[in-house]
Structure formats: structure tokens, C-alpha cells
């Protein structure tokens, strides 16, 4: 008699490494059925402002953006600000500031946070002070919300503060 | 893989400078305390303190932000180290690390990258690693 088969004898039994074996493939195909296309994602991040989702925000609304802006884009004056790259438009008074960046696995609202910071530090530094914040925000292609930038009020020519930082055209 | 700097006054950080890294009110890897230990081993007079607190007995102030992917177990996706001037709240240097999942990277790791490229890798040496 096999050693597999039961106690009693009548049938076969399935080894127990074999029943192993087929849990933790059923567990792995379950688990990549479930998965797929829409992954879980845990952001330990801050966002600022109020949040809008992308396809409400145009050179128009809600801020007249005259410069550095076109409607499919956005914003598209691409700068260099101590290294960190992304890409801004203004309004003519240079007051609305909308920066934005190009989305990266992972870590879009981690670099969209550090624009933030960026330009609000360099703000700061020539005394102009941001009034309202909003977070643009859109959905990764793997199901996350993500944040891609910014549109800021500030209470000064924001422009002027980062005319210097402007990639020459 | 991709990587992002910002260097605005990387001069005024050094080892004599009190730090505190702030600690995120949901910090899903204990990233806090890995940063808190990197920075310990390189030399630096730091605490791990909460974001409320009285930040007058720092000259600096360490913040991160972190993204974390689950497949089976959660993998860090990106991670971001920003240092603040305590009494400006200007921000002096931060460095980015992105990852997908598939060029995945440990939270120890991407630590010691991102704090070599803010403090330079002579302040590792310094502490005798």
C-alpha cells in the first residue's frame, strides 16, 4: 500500500507538500488577478492646498495664465531651480504661479512636493508670500492619486522671483 | 531609476549644528528612526521629534516624505529627505530617489544614497563606517 493513501485505505491521498505546492499557486494567481491594474499604494505624504483635478485646470481657470501656457500642456517655461527641473506658467502679473512636472513611478507627489518647497523658499527669500495653494491633481496609470503640481497666489511678481531660473528658448 | 536634487546652501550643514528629523504623523517604515540612525553614525547631534513640537533648540530641521507599493509586501517606490533651515524654514538641500517596482530598493539603502548626496559622503567617512 501506498504511504500516501489514507488510514483506512480506500483512496489515495494527496501528499501534503503537493497540497502546498497548489495553495501558494492558487494564492499567487488569486493574488495577480486581483492586482492587476490597480496596485495599492500608501503615500506618506503632504499635500498643500485645496485639491483640483487636472482636466478642470486650463490657461484660463482657475487663474489666467498668459504666460508660458497652452491647453494640452499647460505649463511649459521649463526651469532649473538649484538643480531641480520642472516646468511653470504665470499669469501676467505674475501673481498665479502653476508649476508642474512630468509624472514618475512612484514618486510624482514626492516631486511635486519638493517643487513646492522650492519655489516657496525662493519666494520667501525676496519677501513674497504665497496666499492660496491648490494641489493639481490626476490618476497614475496604476490606479494611485497622484499629484503633479501646484498653482500658487502670491502676493507679488512671482515671474520676477523666477525669471533668473528660466531656461533660455 | 531616476533621481532628483535641489542644492540651494548645502555649506551652512555641518556636524556641529543641532538636527531634529520630524517625524511623519503616518510613518508606514519607521522611515524616522532609519534616517535618525544614519545620521547618529555620521556624527550629527540629532533627535527624532514630532512635528508639534518647539523646534527653537534646532538649527535644522530634516523632513521625508515616502511611497510604498504592495505586491505581496510593501516595497519603497520613492523617498524624498528635505533639510530645512529651523529658523527660516527655508529649504537648504533635498534629494529624491525613485524606484520601480521591478529596480526596487531597501529603506536602509535608499537612505544612505539620498543623505550622501545632501551631506556628501565625507561625513560617512568621518564616523569610521
Known amino acids: ?66 504666460r508660458g501656457c497652452n491647453d494640452s500642456e499647460l505649463a511649459v517655461m521649463n526651469v532649473d531651480l538649484h538643480g531641480l527641473e520642472f516646468n511653470a506658467a504665470f499669469s501676467d502679473d505674475g501673481a498665479a504661479i502653476l508649476v508642474m512636472h512630468e509624472m514618475v513611478s512612484g514618486g510624482t507627489t514626492v ?42 497666489k502670491v502676493n507679488g511678481d512671482g515671474y520676477a522671483v523666477l525669471k533668473p531660473y528660466l531656461a533660455e528658448s | 531609476m531616476l533621481d532628483t536634487g535641489y542644492s540651494r546652501s548645502p555649506q551652512s550643514l555641518d556636524a556641529s549644528k543641532r538636527y531634529a528629523v520630524i517625524r511623519l504623523p503616518e510613518d508606514h517604515g519607521d522611515i524616522g528612526q532609519v534616517i535618525l540612525d544614519e545620521m547618529m553614525s555620521r556624527g550629527f547631534i540629532v533627535s527624532l521629534v514630532d512635528e508639534a513640537i518647539d523646534t527653537e533648540n534646532f538649527d535644522v530641521l530634516v523632513r521625508y516624505e515616502a ?63
Open chain 1, 111 to 152: 516631486l511635486a512636493n519638493m517643487i513646492f518647497e522650492g519655489v516657496r523658499t525662493e519666494l520667501a527669500a525676496q519677501e513674497v508670500s504665497i496666499q492660496t495653494v491648490t494641489a493639481i491633481q490626476t490618476r497614475y496609470y496604476e490606479g494611485a492619486d497622484v499629484v503633479v503640481g501646484y498653482l500658487l
Open chain 2, 67 to 129: 511611497v510604498w507599493r504592495r505586491e505581496f509586501t510593501w516595497y519603497l517606490l520613492a523617498l524624498s529627505i528635505s533639510v530645512y533651515d529651523a529658523r527660516t524654514d527655508a529649504l537648504l538641500v533635498a534629494s529624491a530617489q525613485y524606484r520601480s517596482f521591478y529596480v526596487q530598493s531597501s529603506k536602509e539603502r535608499a537612505t544612505r544614497l539620498l543623505l550622501n548626496e545632501i551631506f556628501g559622503e565625507q561625513q560617512q567617512s568621518q564616523s569610521g563606517e
Open chain 1, 1 to 66: 500500500m501506498s504511504k500516501f493513501a489514507d488510514p483506512a485505505g480506500l483512496r489515495p491521498t494527496t501528499p501534503r507538500h503537493i497540497k502546498t505546492i497548489r495553495s501558494v499557486l492558487l494564492l499567487t494567481v488569486l493574488s495577480a488577478i486581483s492586482s492587476c491594474g490597480n496596485y495599492l499604494y500608501r503615500q506618506d505624504v503632504q499635500i498643500y492646498g485645496d485639491l483640483i483635478k487636472k482636466k478642470e485646470v486650463d490657461c484660463t481657470s482657475p487663474y489666467l495664465l498668459t
